[in-house]
């Protein structure tokens, strides 16, 4: 009985130690977020998924931008100084892809102040980086796959649907017929598609019955990304729902770890144990070395969520998650064995 007791635990922490490191824009914490580079490095960095955010050019290219506007990652205000709407910002949509081929990418930086969102990262004022469309973020990860005989996957995030769709753009059938035309079909297709807004995910799973994988990323109602209400999300019964339609969900890490109690012990929210209640695998953002509580550090913090049963993470820092999972395989490999070798 002890032996088996032993095999089920061994079994139980095994699932656990088998999460996805998803590379958050790229090897964002290394080079600019959604560059070819950023994207290289991820993949050779060991990841499993790379992540775009995807929004669409004036023609309709969808291209790797976590932003609506490209104020803060480029050098569009020098490049077309005359094409700022209104608020001053420049959007991807009033540009077409040739345009947007004669951007300089860098480093994220506050507009206004021209200082970096996370000082310590690869300096803005640095490389000769472009645009990426997703076929070649495509092109980059199956080539890389046939080379290697792994199977990186790739997670795209369908953004701003609603702004898109007001635009004349229908995003969704746009980015399943990429999807197509490369082959990502079925539910082993190594591609996941995410998406703050519940609309384009429902429509992927009912009008184009995909059989990809979904994840309704989770937000918090006072970001002010669009109308979508997130609170009723969280709850059981809201999870329910969004099995429905989904598969996991993409929550923020403060939603899991909502803080710490009197003994400094952190306090973990019922959300993970909710989410696989309802048959959903959760993924939580954005796990950064450089943007960490006080007193926590990357490693920790990562084996906290794996503890709490999380099945994936996204991380502008691939190789410092990969390292762990590696590790805690490694433990398991040696626990199976001491188990086995026991009488
Ligand atoms: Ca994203």
Redesign the pocket.
Known sequence: MKGLAGLLLIAVAAAAADPIVIA?RGASGYLPEHTLAAYAMAYAQGADYL?P?LVLSADGHPVAL?DLTLDAVSDVRYRFPDRARDDGQHFVVDFTLAELRQLRIHERIEPGTGEQRYPGRFPADRGSFGVVTLEELIELTKGLNAVTGRNVGIYP?LKFNAFHEAAGHDFVAILMSVLDRYGYQGADARCIIQSFEPAPLLRLRDEFATELPLVQLLGENAWGMNDVDYDPMYTAEGLATIAGYADGIGPPISRILTGVDAEGRPVVSALVQDAKAAGLEVHPFTLRADALPDGVDFESLFELLLKVGIDGVFTDHPDRAVAVVQRLRQELDDAAQKASASP
């Open positions: 958050h992540e955010d976590h995030e």
